[in-house]
Structure formats: C-alpha cells, structure tokens
C-alpha cells in the first residue's frame, strides 16, 4: 500500500515534470522569435557583440563585461558574507573587499584609505559637496563650480544656494572648456569648494583639471573632479590631477549598476554621507555591496589591460563620425572640443528636427543612441550644457550624442551613416 502510494507520487510527480516540459518547450517555440528581436547577447571570436540592435549609448552606461559577471558570481552564493563579520565567511568578504580597494586605489594612483566604496557617482558626487560645505561652514559660504557639470553637482549646489551659501556658476567657451583664469577670478576668501568634471558626459569635452588644481592647491580649497566619464576610458591620476575628491561609477566602464567610489585625499575632513555604522572608515555606513565591489575591481582590471588598444581603436571610429556626418548632411553642428575629447564621443545638433523624432527613428532601425542630456522637467528643454557653450535653443532641440565602446566595429558605424541621412531627410520633409 505504501508502496502503492509512493510509486502512484513518483508517477504522478513525473507526469507533471513531463507537462512542465512540454509548457517549457512549447513557450520556446512561441517566444523564439520574440527573442530574435530583443537584444541578445552572444559571445563571438573572444567579443561580445549585441545582436541586431546597434548600441551607440555607452556614456549612458554599459554592458558589462562577461568577464566581470564570472568574478561576481560567487559572491552571490558561496561567498555571501558580510564583510563586518568575524567569522571565516565575513574575513572572506573583508578580504574581498580590501584587495578591491587595492586595485581601484592603484587605478587611479591613490592609497586604499582614500576609497569609499558607494552607490555610484550620484552618490559620490552628493557626499565630496555635502561633506565638505558641512565642515567647512564656518570657514565660509562659496562655492565654485562649472556649468556645465552633471546634474548631481549641480543640484545640491543650487540646493545650497536656496539655503543661502553662494555659488559661481563658471562659464565655459564655444568647445565646452572652462578657462582656468575664470577659475583665479572667481575664488573669494569664503570660497570652501571647487568643483570641475574631467569630461563632459553630454558633449565629451576633457578639462585643463591640472591646470585648475594649480589655482586650488595654491589656495587651499578643495577640488572635487568628476571622473565618471574617464575613469576606465583614458588615464586618470589623482595626484597628476591634483584633485582632493574624485568620483566614479563601475557601469560606465563595463562594471555594474550601483556601486562606485569616492575618492578623499588623506588628511581632508570630509562628514559622514551615511550614519549608523563603522563600514568605509565611518564615511559611508551600509553593509557593502562585496559582488558588485569585485566586480567593479574586475571591470578596472580588464580596462587597465585594455585601455590604450581600446582608445586606439575608438579614436577613429569617432572621428570618422565627427567629419562625415556634417558632410553628409546639411545644417549639422559638431559639439564639443575637437582635441581636448573623449575617445568615445561625438556628439551634433542638428537643425529643423527633433532630439526625440531623430533617437526614435534610430530606435526604429535598431540603433540605440541619446540626446546626451536627461529631461528633468517632464517637458523638453533645450540641455544646460548646449545653452552654456551657445548653441541656439532650436538647434540644441535637435541634438544627438553617438558613444561608442569595447563592442563597436567599423560596420556599426558604416550603418549609422548609412541611415542617417536617410533619417534625417525624411523627418526635415
Ligand atoms: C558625469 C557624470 N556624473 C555623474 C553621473 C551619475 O552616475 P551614477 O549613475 O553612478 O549615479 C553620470 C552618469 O550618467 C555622469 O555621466
């Protein structure tokens, strides 16, 4: 009987093994093509290539790297262990932790102490300007600060102007370069910080950061430096730059979404973003994130490997952008300085058409690009940093930012100019 009964479980427990199945096959069979269209990734002669859609969005972020996923996984299972932890499981992830600050700290050229790991540059970005305004107070009220920075250092800036410190919005020329004289002309004796990307994320225009740090370091005032945009893509060295704070995000560089880091020059006094733990040196309570931090680490071993071969192959790709575009069509301006540019960046305006109509049409033909500026208010306005280096609103409505990365080929690029045109003629009818 209760044999009976265990093989009738065992039979019945196959049966429906068999119809799940059979619902598994068939649901292949019905969502085969469906996944054709989505965009699959398939590795390829040692590359990964994104199949059927073309990604041009790499200063949005990017994929990561296949590499970098293999040396997070175990860090999801086996070596789950909270880093705060004694136990040999918690010393596993501690472990983890520290040889990741090591290599980031070395990336960069900086000591381990001076890595708090984060969220991302967001993150960092809010806690370099709340942690230094909140211990600099009493010294003064200023603030220094580029126009056309990312929006997380503009907004906690005009933050601080609503709660009454002052801030001086640096002008930039027609390329997008901030003049380090303006940066002399501006500083007062209340001035707490200075705050400069290393490169444009809209239009990819690389600043004169040392010639700034030479200004700052002369006058004491910290200089936070956004390296979103650089760190992994061309060299970046603290102390060449002469920055005391430094921020940058893991998926810009083919590591993952959420985790980042900040770098705080030894010795300066930056508050506390997050309380109610010891984790980071007690400047960022939180139990840290071990597998994206390791991953992160990988992501910056495979650009140290790959950085220059990389920046060669891109620097091409860009520029034959950068000249055929405004020679095939008509009524296009390139943004952004020529030389003083990312490898990865070319960015247009294009006259008598929308930024939307453009990236949708692209969209259509499987080309994923951006405007380079994210729409904040709902509404479309032309973007901050056009407005900054000149570009007239109805030309700034039509701009168009084209990034490319690790998996862009020669043909991606030869398809985008072959549709573009063609685009651009048939929504200027
Ligand atoms: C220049 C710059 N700063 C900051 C950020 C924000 O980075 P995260 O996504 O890590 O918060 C970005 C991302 O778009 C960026 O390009």
């Known amino acids: 009987m209760i044999l009976n009964i265990a093989s009738g479980f065992v039979l019945v427990n196959k049966m429906a093994r068999d119809w799940l199945k059979l619902k598994m096959v068939m649901c292949f069979l019905i969502c085969k ?27 949005s972020t990017t994929p990561c790297d296949p590499e970098v996923v293999k040396a997070m996984n175990p860090y999801f299972y086996e070596k789950f262990g909270n880093a705060s932890s004694p136990h040999t499981l918690g010393r596993e992830s501690a472990k983890a932790l520290e040889d990741a600050r090591g290599v980031l700290a070395d990336f960069i050229g900086a000591q381990t102490g001076e890595i708090v790991f984060n969220s ?16 600099r107070m009493n010294q003064g009220d200023h603030i220094i600060v580029s126009a056309i920075e990312h929006h997380s250092i503009l907004e906690p800036i005009e933050q601080l102007v609503r709660d009454g410190f002052k801030a001086t919005f640096l002008p930039v020329d027609g390329n997008g370069l901030v003049d380090p004289q303006a940066v002399v002309k501006a500083v007062t004796d209340k001035t707490i ?27 004491n005032i910290p200089l936070l430096v956004d390296a979103c945009q650089t760190v992994g893509h061309i060299p970046v060295d603290v102390n060449q730059l002469g920055c005391d704070l430094l921020t940058l995000s893991a998926h810009k560089f083919y590591g993952p979404k959420g985790v980042g880091g900040l770098y705080i020059r030894e010795g300066l006094d930056v508050a506390p973003f997050l309380l109610g733990g010891d984790q980071e040196r007690k400047r960022r309570a939180s139990t840290q994130n071990i597998a994206g931090i390791v991953g992160m680490a990988k992501a910056i071993e495979i650009c140290r490997e790959n ?9 091409p790709l860009r520029d034959l952008l ?10 296009v301006k390139v943004n952004g300085d020529r030389i003083n540019r990312l490898p990865n960046n070319a960015h247009f305006s294009f006259a008598g058409l929308s930024s939307e109509s453009l990236l949708m049409s692209l969209d259509m033909q499987g080309m994923y690009a951006s405007m380079g500026s994210a729409c904040t208010s709902g509404a479309m306005e032309p973007s901050h940093v056009l407005q900054a280096i000149g570009v007239d609103d109805s030309l700034a409505m039509g701009a168009l930012r084209i990034t490319i990365g690790r998996w862009t080929t020669q043909e991606h690029i030869e398809d985008l100019l072959k549709a573009l045109p063609k685009i651009v003629k048939s929504l200027r009818i």
């Open 33 to 59: 093509p469906l996944i054709g269209i989505k965009l699959t990734i398939k590795k390829r002669q040692g590359r990964l290539q994104i199949m059927n859609k073309i990604y041009f969005d790499y200063a």
């Open 120 to 135: 991302g540059a967001t993150e960092g970005n809010n806690h370099a300007i709340g942690g230094i305004v909140y211990n």
């Open 193 to 219: 910080l200075v705050a400069i990307m290393h490169a444009s994320n809209e239009i990819g225009t690389i600043q004169p950061i040392q010639e700034v740090s030479q200004i700052t370091k002369m006058r």
């Open 307 to 315: 950085m220059v071969s990389e920046k060669n192959l891109q620097t």
């Open 322 to 331: 950068l000249e055929k575009i405004p020679q095939l069509i008509e009524g």
